[in-house]
């Protein structure tokens, strides 16, 4: 065979398997239509898992079938009391704020609630796993029959529940006639893609994102923001925030009482905060090393030439965080000592154990992502808000469902509701990255995540470290972020922990009475205690954390206050060219 005849052949099998690729995706993206993005293969497997284990265990099967006959009594009995009227029947539900109310005791609810009460038990008797289920197959199958639970409810429909028919009586049924124009509603919203009803009164600057600012630097992917001082003297080293691209910026710059941006600016502090792009198809090849190297280096650049002959507070949000860690990697590995000190919010080094983001998570559910976003180019922000509700979906979706189409009742947005409606899109190669060498490989954790032809070592991270988990956090849960302790080796290393999850938790304001935080300052790169022992042994203070972080940055800044710095550096090619918050945050 000749060389043309074997480059030719070459050809061809690339071709044929560019094909089989190409309907490989074109099938995943028809079946994510079907199943909302979930990849059944997960899911199915997890339920042949189950069904084993159950199979192979003939003390399990007793057990079941003795508990399921005992409530079917219990359920009879039960019945036959309220039939007759019986009030010293027990409360149909206990613990459970659906059924909280008088009228749930009446005939039939009670019968309803209590019925429920009983088939709920024996559903999570039955999928408590076997010894040998593998762990990914329990954590599934646990979730799905937690959605079928709260969809089984009685409490999230009509006819069963005493409370929404009492409403439609004494309303003559306005209420649904109210949530079917709120149904209608919703959906034009939808169709249009249009922000959720009452949200759009957040004007984004001038209700949120209103700190006043100039926009100092914009490229393909970011506006680089400079805030305008409020104090005659400043802080000599100014903070670089890096937030997540998953969400718009003003997270941190909400309404005036909680914007940590216009917090730090009155505290004294120069401050400088990215604002992603919203990715569209055009930007599908926009990849992590283009997050790191046009986005936080390049802010890095423009701040030190702003500000110049000064050190950066360098503070890390959610995936910003994740970015840091890698940003901050590769300075330490080339020698640069631009950074001052590192904070990290609810930010990620080590994701084996990721929390319940781990159920869409997964080398079927990736490859089900990653056809759907080569498809459109980005992956749009209703994907993973939807996967978030599912979560908690009695919480996120059957009770605001409820209150808007039953009840009638819209629920009255506040500044972070609207920030939450404010979706952002992610390019294809840039999440396929994140997804597959962070959650999947771990790789920044095992040391084997490279940049710029590099790998990174975590370790080579000593500067001040301030390290900071919401208890509730269900996207980046406190115990992870806590690893990073174990992965550094700063001597100067801050580890709070606050009341709250993930947004709540970090916008909590400057005060706030219900909020409380634990914190630990360790002055050696080694000792690490185990999260659990860690909690035990550490006192909650009553307070926001604000005013903590606050502190730590003065501590670990000049003495010296020093004259506010120019807003942008014209003669450094920083000029000026828009009013904070720029375009990207508008982008839609």
């Keep these: ?41 997960d899911y199915s497997k997890a339920w042949f898992d189950w069904l084993l284990g159950i199979s192979k265990s003939p003390d399990t099967q007793w057990a079941l079938a003795q508990s399921g006959f005992e409530k079917m009594i219990d359920n009879w009995q039960y019945a036959l009391q ?10 149909p539900v206990a613990d459970d704020r659906r059924f909280a109310q008088e009228a749930w005791n009446a005939w039939p609810f009670n019968i309803y609630a209590h019925t429920y009460a009983n088939w709920q038990d024996w559903w999570h008797q039955a999928l408590r796993p076997a010894a040998d289920t593998p762990a990914k197959s329990a954590q599934l199958m646990q979730f799905m ?4 639970a709260n969809a089984a409810s009685p409490a999230n429909y009509l006819a069963s529940n005493p409370e929404l028919l009492e409403q439609t009586r004494a309303e003559a049924g306005q209420n649904l006639v109210r949530g079917f124009s709120h149904y209608v509603e ?3 919203s939808m169709l249009d893609k249009k922000p959720a009803a009452g949200t759009e009164r957040f004007e984004v600057g001038r209700d949120v994102a209103a700190t006043p600012g100039k926009v100092v630097l914009r490229n393909e992917l970011i506006e680089l923001i400079q805030y305008t001082p409020t104090t005659d003297r400043v802080q000599a080293e100014p903070i670089l925030i890096t937030p997540a691209w998953i969400m718009k910026y003003y997270v941190l710059d909400l309404s005036p009482k909680n914007s940590l941006l216009r917090y730090l600016v009155d505290q004294g502090h120069t401050v400088f905060v990215i604002s992603w792009k919203n990715p569209l198809a055009v930007d599908r090849e926009l990849g992590m090393d283009d997050y790191v190297t046009r986005g936080f280096l390049t802010a890095l650049d423009a701040v030190t030439a702003i500000v110049p002959k000064s050190k950066v507070h360098a503070l890390g949000y959610c995936i910003g965080g994740t970015l840091l860690y890698i940003a901050a990697a590769a300075l330490a590995a080339s020698g640069d000592k631009r950074l001052a000190t ?8 080590d994701f084996s154990e990721p929390g319940e983001l781990s159920l869409f998570i997964s080398p079927s559910q990736v490859d089900m992502l990653e056809a759907m976003m080569h498809r459109a180019g980005y992956l749009e922000s209703t994907n993973m808000g939807g996967a ?5 979906s009695q919480d996120l979706l059957w009770t605001p469902a409820i209150n808007s189409y039953v009840r009638g009742k819209r629920d009255e ?15 294809w190669r840039m999440h396929t990255e994140y997804l597959t060498r962070l959650y999947l490989r771990n790789e920044l954790a095992c040391g084997e995540f490279s940049f710029a032809g590099q790998r990174l070592d975590l370790t080579k991270l000593v500067l001040p470290m301030f390290v900071l988990g919401t208890e509730t956090d269900h996207v980046a849960p406190w115990q992870s972020v806590y690893k990073a302790r174990a992965l550094t080796r700063s001597k100067d290393y801050t580890f709070l922990l606050t009341s709250g999850g993930h947004n709540a938790g970090i916008v909590t304001g400057a005060t706030h009475p219900r909020r409380r935080y634990r914190v630990t300052t360790w002055r050696d790169g080694s000792t690490n205690p185990a999260p659990a022992k860690w909690l035990a042994d550490t006192v909650p203070e009553q307070g926001a954390w604000w005013p903590v972080w606050d502190s730590w940055l003065t501590n670990h800044s000049t003495a010296k206050l020093v004259k506010p710095p120019s807003l942008g550096a014209a003669d450094d090619s920083y000029a000026v060219v828009g009013d904070a918050p720029g375009d990207y945050v508008r982008q839609r």
């Design 1 to 41: 065979m000749t060389t043309k005849d074997t480059a030719g052949s070459r050809a061809q099998d690339n071709d044929a398997a560019a094909a089989e690729k190409a309907l490989q995706r074109e099938f995943q993206v028809r079946l994510a239509a079907l199943t909302g993005g979930l990849a059944p293969d």
């Design 82 to 91: 309220a039939g007759t009227g019986n009030t010293a029947a027990p409360a």
């Design 145 to 148: 029959g937690q959605q079928l």
């Design 186 to 188: 919703d959906l034009q």
């Design 342 to 349: 590192l904070t990290f919010l609810a930010a990620q080094a």
């Design 388 to 392: 978030f509700a599912l979560l908690r």
């Design 413 to 427: 947005p506040n500044d972070l509701m609207a920030w939450n409606a404010d979706g952002t899109r992610m390019p």
